[in-house]
Structure formats: structure tokens, C-alpha cells
């Protein structure tokens, strides 16, 4: 299990105290799929797990609107094979950067 910190998961997950119970099997039988909350290794840490929820599979295209984008312009990703994108359900909070 672990606990939640940050506010990126709200309201699925409050930003503190939440206890969160992982399961590392099933994913090696069916997969993940769209709409699942995972946990996973923070790109910024790899000593960090950090809880999101599955946006997009391997293949599927990700649209970042211009208002979100670093670049000001909107921006199409493919996602690679072997991976998938996640997001935090709380929209203010994760597209801030």
C-alpha cells in the first residue's frame, strides 16, 4: 500500500491521507486499460511512485490544446509501443508546469 500526496488525483484521491492498495498481478494477465489508476515510477524520480490515471494505450494519439502546451501551440503525441500516458484527474492542478 502507499499514501497519496499532491493534489494531481483530486477527487479520486484526497492530496493527503489516502491509503492506497496495490496490486502488481493483474495487469500481467489482461493488461492495462484506458480509465484504470495506476501507480507508477515518477519520470522526475525514480525513487517516487506516483498514482494516475491511464488517458491513452500504445498507438493512440494524445492532443495537448495550445492553452496547456509549453509551446502555446496545440500538439499531437503518438503514443510509443510499450507505453501508455497517464494524467491526474484534477485538471487545474495537472496541466500546471
Known sequence: ???TI???MEPTCRAAGDLLVVDRF???FWGVNR???VIAISKQNA???VCKRVIGLAG???VIPAEHSMSRNEEVFEVPRGHVWLEGDNKPVRWAF
Open 6 to 8: 499532491g493534489r494531481s
Open 60 to 62: 493512440d494519439q494524445v
Open 47 to 49: 525513487d517516487n511512485r
Open 1 to 3: 500500500s502507499i499514501s
Open 26 to 28: 493483474t495487469h500481467r
Open 35 to 37: 480509465g484504470q489508476v
